[in-house]
């Protein structure tokens, strides 16, 4: 009885670490569906950099994580380099709604398997025309990087060289 319940949970988890990280494309999040990326994060204290496309930090952009019911459980406003964090986060589903200039929300599961606490999320040119964006999660030194659909963006791990993603609708 014992065996059959251990293989079981190994199956389910062996499964959910295809869907979070899929072999075909190393590091790169997705959803299990089209048009449902998630940002995958561990819970508890996360930290993350607001910038546009071009690399440059956006200071002074306030930063809301919401509930499923779309009540604000944590709020910050950006730094001079575009930095901003929230403390104590449980596990669970969010969204991180960027300031109302910008118009740009982003799904978050807060999971205790997840690799990263730390998220840069690029803002598109095109924000704060009303439009639905496609994000790809990418996970590049330890930092998920949020790109938005046609987008490219470089992430670096501290020392200038990094890596390009673009990703097509």
Not at 19 to 38: C, F, K, N, R, T
Not at 116 to 134: C, D, R
Request: proline share 5%.
């Amino acid at each position: 009885m014992r065996t059959k319940r251990l293989s079981g949970c190994i199956s389910i988890l062996l499964v959910l670490s295809i869907m979070i990280y899929p072999l075909a494309s190393p590091g790169i999040v997705q959803a299990a569906s089209a048009g449902d990326e998630v940002l995958i994060l561990k819970p508890g204290a996360l930290e993350g950099t607001l910038v546009d496309t071009a690399g440059k930090p956006l200071p002074k952009i306030s930063v809301r994580v919401l509930d499923k019911n779309g009540a604000t459980v944590a709020k910050d406003i950006t730094d001079k380099v575009g930095k901003f964090s929230f403390k104590k986060l449980e596990a669970g589903n969010y969204t991180l709604s960027v300031g109302d200039k910008y118009n740009y929300d982003l799904k978050l599961a807060l999971q205790e398997q997840a690799e990263s606490s730390e998220m840069k999320v690029v803002i598109p040119e095109t924000a704060g025309v009303k439009q639905a964006y496609t994000v790809s999660p990418v996970l590049v030194g330890g930092v998920v990087v949020a790109v938005v659909a046609g987008i490219a963006a470089a992430a670096s791990g501290g020392g200038g060289g990094g890596s390009s993603h673009t990703v097509s609708p």
